[in-house]
T-cell receptor
Framework: SQQGEEDPQALSIQEGENATMNCSYKTSINNLQWYRQNSGRGLVHLIL?????REKHSGRLRVTLDTSKKSSSLLITASRAADTASYFC???????????FGTGTRLTVIP | EAQVTQNPRYLITVTGKKLTVTCSQNMNHEYMSWYRQDPGLGLRQIYYSMNVEVTDKGDVPEGYKVSRKEKRNFPLILESPSPNQTSLYFC????????FGPGTRLTVT
């Protein structure tokens, strides 16, 4: 399976702290995406990083990609209670939008 | 407002009774797909469609059918549901940034 794996499975932090989640995958990719899911709801796209990019920012989000290690990390700075959710990485191997999702990191931000 | 809608949102049915979950998008995206989400397994792609009349299998297509007769609609069909198809189902539309529907929670008894 080309499915990614997130680490840790669960993370609990205080409001204002930074949260870092990691994703490892198995095959070469065209791009890697991060999604957020609030409990039982649909996923929301956060950010996409292409295989030729190493770092990308969007607001309080910072994503890095290391294709040599087949890994990515998502950093959420100055976390808020509203950031409490599950976060998934998804790899697009061919660029044809067929995404392979990891099992997610459950983030809890304590007010 | 960009939207992907699914119906029904909740469904309890019995083994073997054919059902259809509808999916509709208003963004004119060519690409649509179906996923199922199970605890500990993340999201797995069932089928996807690159355009009208073009569909292909994803990771877990067994027991499912789809059709894409028009761009906005991509229904998921379970001809003979079984209990192992009890899951949370998501439809998505879009290229690169995929927009997800709200989900359909299906229970097969």
């Amino acid at each position: 399976s080309q499915q990614g794996e997130e680490d840790p499975q669960a993370l609990s932090i205080q409001e204002g702290e930074n949260a870092t989640m990691n994703c490892s995958y198995k095959t070469s990719i065209n791009n890697l995406q991060w999604y957020r899911q609030n409990s039982g709801r649909g996923l929301v796209h956060l950010i996409l990083i292409r295989s030729n990019e190493r770092e990308k920012h969007s607001g309080r989000l910072r994503v890095t990609l290391d294709t040599s290690k087949k890994s990515s990390s998502l950093l959420i700075t100055a976390s808020r209670a509203a950031d409490t959710a599950s976060y998934f990485c998804a790899t697009d191997v061919s660029g044809a939008n067929n995404l392979f999702f990891g099992t997610g990191t459950r983030l809890t931000v304590i007010p | 407002e960009a939207q992907v809608t699914q119906n029904p949102r909740y469904l309890i049915t019995v083994t073997g009774k054919k059902l259809t979950v509808t999916c509709s998008q208003n963004m004119n995206h060519e690409y649509m797909s179906w996923y199922r989400q199970d605890p500990g397994l993340g999201l797995r792609q069932i089928y996807y469609s690159m355009n009208v009349e073009v569909t292909d299998k994803g990771d877990v297509p067994e027991g499912y059918k789809v059709s894409r007769k028009e761009k906005r609609n991509f229904p998921l069909i379970l001809e003979s549901p079984s209990p192992n198809q009890t899951s949370l189902y998501f439809c998505a539309a879009g290229a690169y940034e995929q927009y997800f529907g709200p989900g359909t929670r299906l229970t097969v008894t």
